[in-house]
Nanobody
Framework: QEQLVESGGGLVQAGGSLRLSCAAS????????MGWFRQAPGKEREFVAA????????DYEDSVKGRFTISRDNAKNTVYLQMNALKPEDTAVYYC????????????????WGQGTQVTVSS
């Protein structure tokens, strides 16, 4: 059974860093584009970052550009989101997702989703 499991969330002060991981199991996701989304309390889930199956192409939501870096290790079937210079407005549940084809910013194009990991940034 295909499964995506996020880890690495937690509580951090503003300006700090966290690295999220998304481990895939049940199938090889090397041919899948991967994305990170987040949902803050009372808000809709939104796109954060995406990476192509090869890792050569990435895309970021404007508010995280220059602070967040998405990467993948296909040998480990794992995707990462390095988050630096965190702000209180980054507080959300972060989800990873996998897609075979479609538009990386469109969450409805993704085929598999993880359960999410909480990131809380205190001021």
């Amino acid at each position: 059974q295909e499964q995506l499991v996020e880890s690495g969330g937690g509580l951090v002060q503003a300006g700090g860093s966290l690295r999220l991981s998304c481990a895939a199991s049940g199938r090889t996701f090397t041919n899948y584009a991967m994305g990170w989304f987040r949902q803050a309390p009372g808000k809709e889930r939104e796109f954060v970052a995406a990476i192509s199956y090869s890792g050569h192409n990435t895309d970021y939501e404007d508010s995280v550009k220059g602070r967040f870096t998405i990467s993948r290790d296909n040998a480990k079937n794992t995707v990462y989101l390095q988050m630096n210079a965190l702000k209180p407005e980054d507080t959300a549940v972060y989800y990873c997702a996998a897609m075979t084809s479609g538009t990386p910013r469109q969450q409805h194009d993704y085929d598999y989703w993880g359960q999410g990991t909480q990131v809380t940034v205190s001021s």
